[in-house]
């Protein structure tokens, strides 16, 4: 089955820095989601990619996937505090599309 | 508005009891799923289900049942067999084939006291 490994599992940065946060998988991906969670709370979508070298943005946040289509980060510029929570990726699986497997999830703290 | 409702959204359960957690939706999504939220651990595929009346195991499906009647609901019963059952549980619903994933409720958290 697909493996997903997230780094760094947890950061903490200071409002106004840049970060970025990554996710690696087994297998080639056929999607990539990047999803964000208030703690306690549902998982909110962000971005969907899915071809190789794909870029997309919105607002701060720009996530990629490389030419391999197996690893994807997600970069934010300028981080505020509202940045803070938890990230994860979720890749489908490549028999049933509809399936999701996530990532530990990286935890991000932005200290004001 | 269009949505996915999860309740209780905070559940107490004596050890030995069964005890069923509630998921809705009105978005007139085909498939539904239920994952098991541990600290550390990420989301873990519990039980999904494609199509009214049919239903697969995740990855962790021991000690849990489910059923799909309706297309809107997917209730999961935590049974007494599952040994560990504290955990914050996520459902979410989507289409078979969509740009956008999953669309997450806002969970539930059991807590076996």
């Known amino acids: 089955s697909q493996e997903l490994e997230q780094s760094p599992q947890s950061l903490i940065v200071q409002e106004g820095k840049n970060l970025t946060i990554n996710c690696t998988s087994s297998k080639t991906l056929y999607g990539l989601y990047w999803y964000k969670q208030k703690y306690g709370e549902g998982l909110i979508f962000l971005m969907m990619l899915q071809k190789g070298g794909e870029e997309k943005s919105h607002e701060k946040i720009t996530a990629k996937l490389d030419e391999k289509k197996q690893q994807s980060s997600l970069h934010i510029t300028a981080s505020q505090p509202s940045h803070a929570g938890i990230y994860l990726c979720g890749a489908p699986e490549e028999t049933s599309g509809s399936r999701l497997t996530f990532g530990e999830g990286t935890q991000l703290t932005v200290n004001p | 508005d269009g949505g996915i409702t999860q309740s209780p959204k905070y559940l107490f359960r004596k050890e030995g009891q069964n005890v069923t957690l509630s998921c809705e939706q009105n978005l007139n999504h085909d498939a539904m799923y239920w994952y098991r939220q541990d600290p550390g651990q990420g989301l873990r595929l519990i039980y999904y289900?494609?199509?009214?009346?049919?239903?697969q195991k995740g990855d962790i499906a021991e000690g849990y049942s489910v059923s799909r009647e309706k297309k809107e609901s997917f209730p999961l019963t935590v049974t007494s067999a599952q040994k560990n059952p504290t955990a914050f549980y996520l459902c979410?619903?989507?289409?078979?084939?969509?740009?956008?994933?999953?669309?997450f409720g806002s969970g539930t958290r059991l807590t076996v006291v």
């Open positions: 979410a619903s989507s289409i078979l084939i969509s740009n956008y994933g999953y669309t």
């Open positions: 289900s494609q199509i009214v009346n049919d239903f």
